[in-house]
C-alpha cells in the first residue's frame, strides 16, 4: 500500500462518473477523480535524487557531525559556540510524558480486562521495601512467570520514592552503554547532542531514580560497570535464570519469583473466562497447572482457548473475529463447523497453544502472525500492518493477538510471547519466511526515506527494521542480499539522526556484509566511511583509521571524488586525534617518525637499522657530550614513544625546528671556536703575512722568538707534522705556551704544513705546500683545502696537555732548543690554553 504512487488501474477507469473539471476532460478517456491531497507530481515513489536527501546537524562529544545519506556523513571539530550548553531536567510532567510516548500502544479493538496480580503481594512488599532502602534488586523468573506484571505494580508503588522518579526501560538487545544514553534522555532533555562517554559518566552520577529494567540480558562485571555509573540509583532488574548472575560484592538483591499455586492458577483462569469453570475444566486445568509448573502465561493462553470454544458453542455471549458482540445464531459464524459440543482441548495443545489459538483467528491476525515469523519474533507496529497485509483493518489484528496471549511488550513494541515463536515455525508459519521479509524490507525502505517520517519515530521501529535485514543476508534466494542493501542504505543516517547509534552500527555491518555478498563497490564504500565516523565519535582511533582507508581504496577505484574528499577529510581528524602524520606524511601508523638528519660532515652510506645519530656540544673541560645514541629505525623507549604518539603535528615540528637550530648553533660555534683560538693571534697572522711576502721566515708562525729570532716549531724542510695522538710525549712550543686543540678540525692526509697557534687549517695567503712560502712562486695566492668527508678519528678523544719542559728556561729567552735543533722536534700536541694534564 503506497499512498503517493496512484496509478491509472486505481482512479482511471472508464465507467466512473466522478471526473474532473469538464474543462480537463479529455475525450474518450475515462473521468478521473482528484486526489486526495495537493502533492505535486514530484512526490511519486521514484528512486531518490540527492535533492530529496535530508541531512541533520548533531553534536557528538567535541565534534560536529552532518549526517549525509548520499556521500557519507561529514565530522569535523566543534566550534566552541557550538557546543550546547548543560542540558536542563525534565520536570516531572515532561518526564512521565517522555515515558508514555515510549510505551507500546494500545491496539484498537476489545480486549479482555487485565487479570488481577495473584499471590505476588509478598514479592510486591518486599521489592517496595529495598528499594526504599535504596538497595538494587534483581527479580529472577522464568519466561512467562509474570515479571513484567509484576514490575509494572512495584513502579507504581515506588513513584515518589527518588526525587528523578521512576524511569522504565527495555534491556531487550540493549548493552549498559545504550542503557546509560537511555536514562539520560529520560531525565535531561538534550535533543541532538550526544555526550562523549567521558561526560555522559559525570552526567548520569548526579541522577536518582528508581529505574526499573526490564528483559535484562547481561550481568557480572557488565551489570557491575551499569551500576557504579549510577551510584544515586535503585535498580528494579527483571532476568531470566539463563542470565550470568551479578557478583556477590555487587550488593545485589536476588529475589526469585516463582510460578502460582493451583488454587490461584484456576481463580486466574476464571478471571480470563469471566465465569466459574465447570469440573471438567477445572480437572483439565489441574492438569495444565502440574504440566506448566504455574506459570500465568499458560492459564492466559488457557483462558483465550476456552473462550474460542465458548464462541464455537454459540454461547449468547459469543462475538465476531473483531470482538464485537454478535446476534446472530452460532451456525452463522465464520468459526463454526464444529458443531455446539466443543471438546476440551488436549493437554498437549494447552502446554503448546500457539497454533491451535491461530488456527481460530481471522486472515489478518495468521498474516501479522507470519510476518511476525519471517521477522524472527519481532511484531510490525500496528500502523504498518494495513500495508504488509493488503487489509485495511489489519490493524485491529494486534488486539486479537494480544488478546490471546500471543504477544507480550518489549519496549516501545510488541514481540511474540516467550515459546510461541517455536510453535509456530513447527506449524508451519516459516514457509515462506523469505518471501515475507523482502516485502517487510521493501516497504521500510520506502517508509525510513520518506520525509514525513522523524527519525526518532523510525528509530522507535528499529528493531523491526533490523530484523528484516538480517532475515535477507546472507541470502539464500536471489535478490535477498540487495534489497537489505537498499534497506540499509536508507536506515542507517535515519538512526544516525535518531541518535539510535546501536541501531545505526547494526545496520552499517549487515550493509557492508550484503553490499560485500552482492558486489556493489560504491554501497561498500559507503558502509565502510560510515563505520569509520562511528568509530572515530566512539574514540576507536584504529577503528576508524582502518575503516576510512578501506572506504578511500574503495571510492578511489570508482573515481568517487567527492566520497574520496570527506573520507580523507574524516581521516584527517583521525590522524590529527591520534597524533600521527598523514598517510603521505613522514610516517605510517605504527612506526615513529624518522629523526631529522643530523648537521655537520657527511658520512659514507651505512645500514640505517645501525647507524647512530650523535650531536656533541663544545666543552672546554671534559668528553663530549651525546645528546642522542639511539640507533635510527630502533624501538625508542616507551616514554618517548608515548610523548611522540600523543604530540600533535604542530609540536612535532616546533621541536624539528627547535633541534636544527641546536645543530647550526654547535656548528658556528666550534668553528668560531676553532678560528678564534682564544687569545686573538690569528689576527696577527693576517697583519704580518703582507710583510713576509719576500719569503723571510716561516709562514706558519707570525711571530719570532724574542732572543734568537728562530720561529716557534721552525720545521724547514723536514716533512708534514702531524697533530700528536694520546700517549705521545709532547714537547714544549718555544714561545712559552701551550698551542690550542685542533682536533675539532679534520686534517687532509695532503696537507704538510704545520698548524699555526691560531687556526686550523690554512688561512688566506698561505701556502700548504712544504718549503714554500706565500707569495713566491707565480704570485697568486692560495686556497684552503677542503676538509675531508671522513670524520676525524680522534674528534671523540679528549683533548690533552704537554708536558713540562724537559730543560730550565732563562725568563724572557723563548725558551732553550731540544737537543738537535728546532728541526728535529718531534710532532707536538695542540691543547687549548689554559687546559692542564698530567704527562703520561
Request: charged content about 20%; some cysteine.
Amino acid at each position: 500500500m503506497d499512498p503517493t504512487s496512484r496509478g491509472p488501474e486505481e482512479f482511471n477507469r472508464a465507467d466512473d462518473t466522478a471526473g474532473v473539471a469538464g474543462a480537463h476532460a479529455q475525450p474518450g478517456a475515462g473521468p478521473q477523480r482528484p486526489p486526495r491531497d495537493k502533492e505535486p507530481a514530484s512526490a511519486e515513489f521514484t528512486p531518490r535524487a540527492a535533492t530529496q536527501a535530508r541531512t541533520v546537524q548533531l553534536v557528538a562529544g567535541d565534534f560536529l557531525l552532518t549526517v549525509n545519506p548520499v556521500d557519507g556523513s561529514e565530522i569535523e571539530n566543534c566550534p566552541p559556540g557550538a557546543i550546547p550548553r548543560r542540558a536542563p531536567r525534565r520536570a516531572a510532567a515532561d518526564r512521565a510524558e517522555h515515558q508514555r510516548a515510549a510505551l507500546p500502544p494500545l491496539p484498537p479493538g476489545l480486549m479482555s480486562p487485565t487479570p488481577a496480580l495473584l499471590e505476588r503481594a509478598q514479592e510486591r512488599a518486599r521489592l517496595v521495601r529495598l528499594l526504599g532502602r535504596g538497595r538494587s534488586v534483581r527479580l529472577t523468573g522464568a519466561a512467562g512467570s509474570g515479571r513484567s506484571a509484576l514490575l509494572d505494580a512495584v513502579a507504581a508503588d515506588c513513584a515518589e520514592l527518588a526525587p528523578d522518579g521512576v524511569v522504565r526501560l527495555s534491556g531487550h538487545r540493549r548493552g549498559p552503554t545504550e542503557l546509560l544514553r537511555e536514562l539520560y534522555a529520560t531525565v535531561f532533555d538534550a535533543p541532538l547532542h550526544r555526550l562523549d562517554r567521558a561526560t555522559l559518566l559525570g552526567r548520569v552520577r548526579d541522577i536518582g531514580a528508581v529505574v526499573v529494567l526490564d528483559d535484562l540480558e547481561f550481568g557480572g562485571s557488565t551489570l557491575e560497570e551499569l551500576l557504579l555509573a549510577t551510584p544515586e540509583c535503585a535498580y528494579l532488574l527483571a532476568a531470566t535464570p539463563d542470565v550470568q548472575a551479578p557478583h556477590t560484592e555487587s550488593g545485589v538483591e536476588e529475589v526469585p519469583l516463582a510460578g502460582l499455586g493451583r488454587n490461584a492458577s484456576l481463580e486466574l483462569l476464571e478471571q480470563a473466562v469471566d465465569r466459574p469453570l465447570t469440573d471438567e475444566e477445572a480437572n483439565w486445568a489441574g492438569d495444565l497447572w502440574f504440566e506448566s509448573q504455574g506459570l500465568p502465561l499458560r492459564f492466559v493462553q488457557a483462558g483465550a482457548l476456552l473462550r474460542r470454544r465458548d464462541r464455537l458453542r454459540g454461547e449468547p455471549n459469543s462475538r465476531d473475529p473483531y470482538g464485537f458482540p454478535k446476534d446472530e445464531a452460532a451456525e452463522a459464524s465464520v468459526f463454526t463447523g464444529e458443531g455446539r459440543e466443543v471438546p476440551l482441548p488436549s493437554l498437549g495443545e494447552g502446554a503448546a497453544p500457539a497454533a491451535l489459538l491461530a488456527s481460530r483467528l481471522s486472515e489478518a491476525a495468521r498474516a501479522t502472525l507470519r510476518f511476525a515469523v519471517a521477522l524472527g519474533g519481532e511484531v510490525p507496529h500496528q500502523a504498518h500492518l494495513p500495508a504488509l497485509v493488503g487489509d485495511t483493518h489489519a490493524d485491529a489484528s494486534l488486539g486479537e493477538l494480544l488478546d490471546s496471549g500471543l504477544l507480550s511488550p518489549a519496549g516501545s513494541r510488541y514481540r511474540l510471547a516467550a515459546g510461541v515463536l517455536t510453535q509456530l515455525e513447527n506449524s508451519g508459519y516459516a514457509a515462506d519466511a523469505g518471501e515475507l521479509a523482502q516485502s517487510a524490507a521493501r516497504h521500510y525502505t520506502w517508509w525510513t526515506g520518506h520525509p514525513s517520517v522523524a527519525p526518532e519515530r523510525a528509530a522507535m521501529e528499529a528493531d523491526a527494521v533490523l530484523a528484516a535485514m538480517s532475515a535477507l543476508v546472507p541470502g539464500d534466494e536471489p535478490g535477498h542480499p540487495a534489497a537489505a542493501v537498499e534497506l540499509a542504505r536508507t536506515a542507517a543516517p535515519v538512526f544516525a539522526a535518531g541518535l539510535h547509534w546501536g541501531a545505526w552500527e547494526r545496520a552499517l555491518r549487515i550493509g557492508s556484509e550484503a553490499a560485500r555478498l552482492t558486489g556493489e563497490v560504491a554501497e561498500e564504500a559507503y558502509f565502510h566511511h560510515e563505520l569509520g565516523v562511528l568509530a572515530l565519535c566512539n574514540g576507536g582511533l584504529d577503528r576508524a583509521r582502518a575503516e576510512l582507508e578501506a572506504s578511500i581504496g574503495l571510492r578511489g577505484a570508482l573515481s568517487d571524488k567527492r566520497g574520496t574528499v570527506a573520507g580523507r577529510r574524516a581521516l584527517a581528524l583521525v590522524e590529527d586525534r591520534s597524533g600521527e602524520p598523514l598517510p603521505g606524511g613522514r610516517a605510517l601508523f605504527g612506526q615513529e617518525p624518522p629523526p631529522a638528519p643530523p648537521e655537520g660532515p657527511r658520512t659514507p652510506h651505512t645500514d640505517p637499522s645501525s647507524a647512530v645519530v650523535t650531536a656533541q656540544l663544545p666543552s672546554h673541560a671534559g668528553p663530549p657530550t651525546t645528546r642522542r645514541d639511539t640507533p635510527v629505525g630502533a624501538a625508542m623507549p616507551k616514554a618517548r614513544r608515548a610523548l611522540f604518539g600523543g604530540a600533535r603535528r604542530n609540536l612535532v615540528a616546533a621541536g624539528a625546528g627547535a633541534l636544527l637550530a641546536a645543530v647550526l648553533g654547535t656548528v658556528v660555534t666550534l668553528g668560531a671556536t676553532s678560528n678564534s683560538g682564544g687569545d686573538g693571534q690569528g689576527d696577527d697572522v693576517k697583519q704580518r703575512q703582507s710583510a713576509n711576502e719576500d719569503g723571510g721566515g716561516d709562514a706558519d708562525t707570525g711571530t719570532e722568538s724574542p732572543s734568537t729570532g728562530a720561529k716557534p716549531g721552525d720545521n724547514k724542510g723536514h716533512g708534514p707534522v702531524s697533530p700528536s695522538k694520546p700517549g705521545a710525549t709532547p714537547r714544549p712550543g718555544t714561545s712559552g705556551r701551550p698551542a690550542p686543540d685542533t682536533s675539532t678540525t679534520p686534517s687532509h692526509p695532503g696537507a704538510t704544513g704545520r698548524p699555526s697557534p691560531g687556526a686550523s687549517t690554512p688561512g688566506p695567503g698561505k701556502s700548504s705546500t712544504p718549503g714554500r712560502p706565500p707569495g713566491t712562486g707565480t704570485g697568486a695566492p692560495t686556497h684552503p683545502t677542503p676538509p675531508d668527508p671522513t670524520p676525524n678519528p680522534t674528534k671523540s678523544e679528549p683533548p690533552t696537555t704537554p708536558s713540562p719542559p724537559a730543560s730550565s728556561s732563562t725568563p724572557g729567552s723563548g725558551g732553550t732548543s731540544p737537543p738537535g735543533g728546532s728541526n728535529s722536534a718531534p710532532p707536538t700536541s695542540l691543547a687549548p690554553a689554559g687546559s692542564t694534564q698530567p704527562s703520561t
